[in-house]
């Protein structure tokens, strides 16, 4: 879950980035799951924490998505420590992360965030262990090893959080349009 | 009266939610308080009812860091209630298992959390900048961590394949041989992680602690010993409720521990340092010796070198299990249900945690007792506060604010375990 104000980015964004030259095939073992031992060329991964209300509106998306998966996408879903994430964005050519926001905006706004473009994704405090989650792991993974080629940032504005709570209908809706909107990026990325 | 205020929102780099407020009056430090307000989970009430069987992977989701912790304190503590002895084998893969949790623990404490206050960062990101190899190698040695929970865990966070009586799955000969190129790389590594730690500048100060840790084992303890102190305590897991009590403070929601007419105690690396360096591998030792460690260790900042010993001894001893390793004929022993009171204490990374549970004939859960790590460590926290801040408090705020900080990661609280963000609030008046 992200919490942030306005520094979530601007929406629609591109990235005229070039591969980064450091990128590192994979060696050894890889992220646990489908496509071990080789590189991951798209991969998406939703984030977050399904028994927590809106917080599961990431892996959510990932579920859907994989009902509808174009060939080769790779999906994965995370609960939002940095490590395993570094890895997996040590390891993509391109990376689109879904994960819940907090930011003040109406529940189920959607924003895309290119993380090739924006430095400063918000550092935040929240259901992370140890205070290291998904802005930790992509501003570590920029500093290590550089960030995939396409490395996209959506996140869904959610309202409840607490244990066990359901999800809230307008983020669960958002969801829907999230996963025709990735099917059409992906299809093109 | 002098008043000054120091505020520190949030300390990051701590698992879960709470709050530190020093009083200076007059310059002089009058409290140091260690408030948690990180909710109740009523993990131990809402344990009562359900099977023996199924509490290992319930008390697992008390913590993403240590789940092997809550896992073994909890089979121990049951087997203890039924009456059950597991086979060598098991204890051996039960050993390999708390190995890989206490890699990844150590080594995410040490590189992510607790390095940056060395090395005058506010975290790993930043350190990351100017220090990238060091956040490199950290994550690479976690992840060697994982790959043993993986392995017997069946995954990386809350295994699932510790049952009572065993596992559910040994793995086979050829799959833990697999891990020992890793291992072996790790261990390198690891040498590398004390000279860079034992390095680090570190305040001169220590404490008079009690020491209480697993010990007299014959082995660096993990998961069987009696609970022993520095003060001559001798006691087995069955003995604790009569040697420790658990007290409200109203500005904590986790229980505080003490030892019975003794007060506050402390666990984690330090004690069991302390009081289990002889047993720790030769290459440990000597890693101990060249990370200038003596035979015991006062001082709580040191405590970052102590952890990567452990690490050491941990690759170590997973090494040592590994080529050691035969299969069991079967993966565990049958475990009849009978009632009755179960113990166990074991060693999480961040210190010695006790489960006690009550069975009835069923097997299922009476009542449980959970008593973890962060809740014994908070008087001795606390504690630590009062003794050292007093010698900072000329220091300028933000200074005094992040040493006072550091001082608390000492320890690796694990909040969220205890009861989740630590606000700091000074106020000098």
């Not at chain 1, 066990?164 to 349009?177: L, R």
């Not at chain 2, 009058?30 to 408030?35: F, G, S, W």
């Not at chain 2, 001798?234 to 420790?244: L, N, R, S």
Request: proline share 7%.
């Amino acid at each position: 879950m992200w919490v942030g104000g306005e520094g979530d980015g601007p929406p629609e964004q591109s990235s005229a980035r070039t591969p980064p030259p450091n990128l590192d095939p994979l060696r050894g073992s890889s992220p646990q799951g489908e496509g071990e031992d080789r590189v991951l060329h798209r991969l998406v991964i939703g984030i977050g924490n399904p028994d927590r209300g809106d917080d599961g509106v990431g892996r959510l998306v990932a579920q859907r998505l994989r009902g509808h998966r174009p060939p080769d996408i790779h999906i994965e879903e995370q609960d939002g420590g940095a490590a395993p994430l570094i890895e997996y964005l040590r390891n993509a050519d391109r990376v689109w992360l879904i994960d819940a926001a907090v930011s003040g905006a109406p529940p189920g706004t959607i924003r895309r965030t290119d993380c090739n473009v924006t430095d400063a994704l918000p550092m935040r405090t929240g259901a992370s262990s140890h205070g290291l989650g998904v802005p930790e792991a992509v501003a570590l993974a920029r500093t290590l090893h550089g960030l995939p080629r396409v490395c996209m940032l959506y996140t869904v504005e959610g309202v409840i959080f607490a244990p066990g709570a359901g999800m809230t209908p307008a983020v669960s809706d958002a969801a829907d349009a999230l996963v025709a909107r990735l099917l059409n990026e992906l299809r093109s990325a | 009266m002098e008043r000054r205020t120091i505020k520190v929102d949030v300390l990051a780099r701590v698992e879960g939610e709470g709050a530190l407020r020093l009083v200076i009056e007059d310059g002089k430090l009058r409290e140091a308080e260690l408030r948690i307000f990180e909710p109740p989970r009523f993990f131990e009430a809402f344990l009562r009812g359900r099977s023996c069987m199924e509490v290992p992977d319930i008390t697992a989701r008390i913590c993403g860091i240590c789940p092997v912790a809550y896992q073994m304190s909890a089979v121990h503590a049951m087997e203890d209630a039924l009456g059950i002895a597991i086979t060598p084998e098991i204890r051996a893969l039960r050993r390999l298992l708390y190995c890989g949790e206490w890699i990844e623990s150590h080594v995410l404490h040490m590189y992510m959390l607790h390095a940056p206050d060395f090395l005058g960062y506010d975290g790993a990101v930043e350190m990351a900048k100017d220090h990238p190899d060091v956040v490199r190698d950290g994550l690479a040695l976690k992840k060697t961590g994982n790959e043993i929970l993986r392995l017997l865990g069946g995954r990386e966070i809350h295994p699932i394949n510790v049952r009572v009586g065993g596992f559910y799955r040994v793995p086979a000969k050829r799959e833990l041989r697999d891990l020992r190129e890793a291992l072996l790389r790790g261990r390198d590594a690891s040498l590398g992680t004390v000279k860079l730690v034992a390095g680090f500048e570190f305040p001169d100060v220590e404490r008079d602690y009690e020491f209480v840790s697993l010990g007299n084992a014959g082995e660096y303890p993990f998961n069987e010993g009696h609970v022993l102190s520095n003060k001559g305590l001798d006691i087995t897991p069955q003995q604790y409720d009569a040697h420790f009590e658990e007290f409200h403070v109203k500005r904590s929601n986790a229980l505080h521990s003490r030892h019975i007419g003794h007060g506050a105690y402390l666990t984690g690396p330090l004690a069991r340092y302390s009081l289990n360096a002889a047993l720790l591998s030769p290459l440990a030792q000597e890693a101990a010796k060249q990370g200038g460690l003596g035979p015991t260790c006062n001082n709580p900042f040191r405590s970052i070198v102590i952890r990567a010993v452990e690490v050491v001894y941990a690759f170590d001893e997973a090494l040592r299990i590994i080529d050691a390793y035969e299969p069991p004929d079967r993966p565990f022993v049958d475990a009849p249900m009978r009632a009755g009171v179960g113990y166990a204490c074991t060693e999480a990374p961040r210190g010695m945690l006790f489960h006690r549970y009550r069975l009835d004939t069923e097997g299922s859960v009476l009542d449980a007792k959970i008593v973890p790590p962060t809740s014994q460590n908070q008087p001795s926290i606390e504690a630590d506060l009062l003794d050292f801040a007093p010698r900072w408090l000329d220091l300028p705020d933000e200074r005094l604010g992040h040493l006072c900080e550091q001082a608390i990661r000492n320890h690796d609280p694990c909040i969220s375990c205890a009861t989740h963000f630590l606000k700091l609030d000074v106020v000098r008046e």
